[in-house]
């Protein structure tokens, strides 16, 4: 078999990249398609996958539909050239790409919100999965599995975090430290929405910076550090999650690392415009479960944020993370058994039909 990856976020990387492994060492050609976009290439650069790369963007929201034109055309050239069987990716790239293959699409979504994204990609899907907790029906060919998308990487028996991240930080042995991460808000989906002003970042640093070390990881790149109690998180982005295991706090406005955080079993507090009554199903799952907050007062996130580094419960909190990290499947599975059972989804373990 020939199996078309799309990876259009450095997430996406993450989420197929054991799956793609797999597939090709039980002797199926595998190929990644790549949007150079944050540090996509340089995840993929870190793994021994083949990938071509057929358009860029930066993370501006001008910049992605200024670029979508030129995205089209090279990622249907390549298509054609490298002639998938199947192709897997989570929205209307992977769709359109399997249009012009004529080959089966399996889509992998999470996010509600993308309306618009979601109606121009389910026609061509052959299955769509999603996590147990989405909130919306995409139709006959939905399919649930019981976990997230970061499941892929972060469940148990794929990611074990190395021991000498606070080493390659410059931190002493022990030191706490927090991680705050910036979103750029420059994805399609980001349209109208927003997280933390200049103040707030501020506010934050200066709120923990007495109690433990402050990381940044600024999407956007523009944050300036030269008067303020903080430095940027300048290891390899493949790295990232070894650093989020062993941070004593996650503060976010972005949405990806806050599950991964719930996941590894690291406190979080994530706040942006999203935050409300029509809250992505992932963040009000979590939150139900004890392992995230989901806060839309700048005020209550400063207030959070200091309790939980002073919190005493942290064993508490572990306890949480391990009854419920327990309960969810392994992702990589899941794509790899769908993979191989792409004409009758039906019978892959740990998924069931909307």
């Keep these: 078999?020939?199996?078309?990856?799309?990876?259009?976020?450095?997430?996406?990387?993450?989420?197929?990249?054991?799956?793609?492994?797999?597939?090709?060492?039980?002797?199926?050609?595998?190929?990644?398609?790549?949007?150079?976009?944050?540090?996509?290439?340089?995840?993929?650069?870190?793994?021994?996958?083949?990938?071509?790369?057929?358009?860029?963007?930066?993370?501006?929201?001008?910049?992605?539909?200024?670029e979508l034109p030129r995205h089209y055309v090279r990622l249907a050239r390549e298509t054609r050239r490298y002639d998938p069987d199947l192709v897997f990716g989570m929205g209307s790239y992977a769709a359109h790409a399997g249009l012009v293959a004529r080959s089966p699409v399996v889509l992998l979504v999470d996010s509600e919100p993308t309306s618009l994204d979601h109606a121009l990609s389910r026609p061509f899907a052959t299955a769509?999965?999603?996590?147990?907790?989405?909130?919306?029906?995409?139709?006959?060919?939905?399919?649930?599995?019981?976990?997230?998308?970061?499941?892929?990487?972060?469940?148990?028996?794929?990611?074990?975090?190395?021991d000498d991240v606070r080493e390659r930080l410059g931190l002493d042995d022990g030191e706490p430290y927090a991680l705050l991460r910036?979103?750029?808000?420059?994805?399609?989906?980001?349209?109208?929405?927003?997280?933390?002003?200049?103040?707030d970042r501020r506010a934050l640093v200066d709120a923990l910076a007495d109690d433990v070390a402050v990381l940044v990881s600024d999407e956007s790149g523009e944050m300036q550090f030269d008067d303020v109690d903080a430095r940027p998180f300048d290891l390899h982005p493949a790295l990232l999650h070894d650093a989020l295991a062993e941070a004593s706090l996650l503060v976010a406005?972005?949405?990806?690392?806050?599950?991964?955080?719930?996941?590894?079993?690291?406190?979080?507090?994530?706040?942006?415009?999203?935050v409300g009554d029509d809250d992505m199903g992932n963040f009000v799952e979590l939150e139900r479960q004890g392992l995230v907050y989901n806060v839309a007062e700048f005020d209550r996130v400063l207030e959070l944020a200091e309790d939980l580094l002073d919190d005493e419960s942290a064993a508490e909190w572990r306890r949480r993370h391990d009854d419920y990290v327990e309960s969810l499947v392994n992702v990589t599975d899941v794509i790899v058994g769908?993979?191989?059972?792409?004409?009758?989804?039906?019978?892959?373990?740990?998924?069931?039909?909307?």
């Design 253 to 274: 406005d972005t949405q990806t690392m806050v599950t991964e955080a719930a996941l590894l079993g690291t406190p979080a507090v994530r706040s942006n415009s999203f």
């Design 128 to 162: 769509i999965l999603t996590p147990h907790a989405f909130r919306k029906d995409l139709g006959e060919n939905h399919y649930r599995f019981r976990g997230f998308k970061e499941s892929a990487y972060l469940h148990p028996e794929v990611f074990s975090a190395r």
């Design 182 to 199: 910036f979103n750029a808000f420059g994805s399609h989906h980001d349209v109208n929405q927003s997280g933390f002003g200049p103040a």
């Design 338 to 354: 769908v993979a191989e059972r792409v004409n009758a989804v039906e019978v892959v373990p740990n998924l069931e039909r909307s």
């Design 1 to 66: 078999m020939r199996y078309l990856f799309f990876t259009n976020t450095p997430a996406h990387v993450h989420m197929y990249k054991h799956a793609a492994a797999r597939l090709r060492d039980e002797g199926h050609d595998v190929l990644v398609l790549a949007r150079d976009y944050g540090c996509t290439v340089a995840l993929l650069d870190h793994t021994d996958l083949p990938y071509r790369v057929y358009g860029s963007c930066d993370t501006t929201k001008g910049s992605l539909f200024r």
